[in-house]
């Protein structure tokens, strides 16, 4: 018994011990998914294994287990069981099918609760419609549930569910447009709720992310280079503009918006921090990185920093939070096909690289997601 006991102790310190971390990153346009291992204690960054992918994916996310990983792929949707910390084993791909049949699907996300469908969306092109996909008891995708539809000019770059997964909201980048959704609790089906245009011309909604109290969107302008607050309606889910932004390239110093184009917005684990990040349209020109501290509810309370990043950001500079820690969040580049670990100081008043991970295989590098 003494024996069984100063074991299962050993063990439990051994995980309490462990400082080492994997991710997977995509790509824009080469057939790979990078598994990456993160050393929190030598701060080191390398690939751990390159998983031949299907196609290039250049949006990830994962399933409510991370038992899979979803890929945008085309106009389908690729579907990959996850076999250990660095391996995947490609299952299947679902074409998305509709109206928006002949163009690339941007973005997938999978939903939290049941039925765990996942959600997808095109852009450029006829990109009028979104789909929703069936997936079956061990996650891997099996069918298109339903297409649905936005406008004929939109391009839905970005999706977030409510806290409680009763809404779905979307940013239309390219119609200028936010919508919430319904979800139907026992089909994971969409209906429509409303509609509400960007505050001025130009602003462009890319990405969005939810506040976990459920009473605050944050939202990319895209076009304006703007972290802009929203307040969500308690009972309609509806968003409404709280004439609140922050700026994610410097003021005053004569950049221009237009050479600019804001790019993500991520939520810290514990809800404190808000993350966004900007991106050149110049390889000589830095992108920008900044952290916001939150209350307790999700109002921001201060832009603590904006931070050129090393590179111009190519067509990613996507952060991603860590679900383990406030301390850490990771930074992809295309230009020069990087990603990198960034670790936020204690106050959370500023941040520095602390790892790097080349990867110049003319497509590198998307997005990441954390799976350990």
Known sequence: MLFVVTFAILNSLSLVAATIHHLFAGTFSTAALYALEFDDSALSLKIAKNNTASDSHSWIAF?????????????AVASYSIQNDT?????????????????????????????????TTPF??????????????????????????????????GLAFSPNQTFLYSADDSANSLWTHGI????????????????????????????????????????????????????????????????????????????????????????????????SRSENSTGYISAFSLSGS???????????????????????????????????DSSEGFVQIWKLDTNGTSAEVVAQVDIDDGGCCANAIWYD
Do not use: M
């Open 298 to 332: 999700g109002s921001i309370k201060s832009q603590n920093f904006l931070l050129p990043t090393t590179s111009s950001g190519g067509t990613a500079n996507s952060v991603a939070t860590a679900f383990f820690s406030d301390e850490w969040v990771a930074l992809t």
């Open 124 to 157: 450029g092109g006829d990109a009028q419609c979104g789909t929703v996909l069936g997936v079956l008891a061990n996650g891997t995708l099996t069918d298109v549930a339903q297409n649905y539809t936005y406008l004929p000019a939109s391009g839905v770059h």
């Open 184 to 279: 139907d609790a026992s089909t994971g089906e969409l209906t429509y709720i409303s509609r509400l245009s960007g505050p001025y011309s130009g602003a462009d909604p890319r990405h969005v992310a939810v506040h976990p109290e459920g009473k605050y969107l944050y939202v990319i302008f895209e076009g304006t280079n703007q972290l802009a607050v929203y307040s969500l309606d308690s009972d309609t889910g509806e968003p409404a503009f709280q004439n609140i932004t922050y700026p994610l390239i410097p003021q005053n110093t004569g950049l221009s918006n237009s050479s600019y184009w804001s790019d993500e917005v991520a939520l810290s684990p514990s809800g404190a921090y808000l993350w966004a990040t900007s991106r």
């Open 87 to 119: 391996s995947l084993r490609f299952d299947t791909a679902i074409a998305t099918g509709g109206n928006c049949s002949s163009v690339h699907e941007i973005f997938v996300t999978a939903a939290p609760y049941p039925p765990h469908n996942v959600y």
């Open 63 to 75: 399933d409510h287990k991370k038992k899979n990983v979803y890929g945008v792929a085309g106009s």
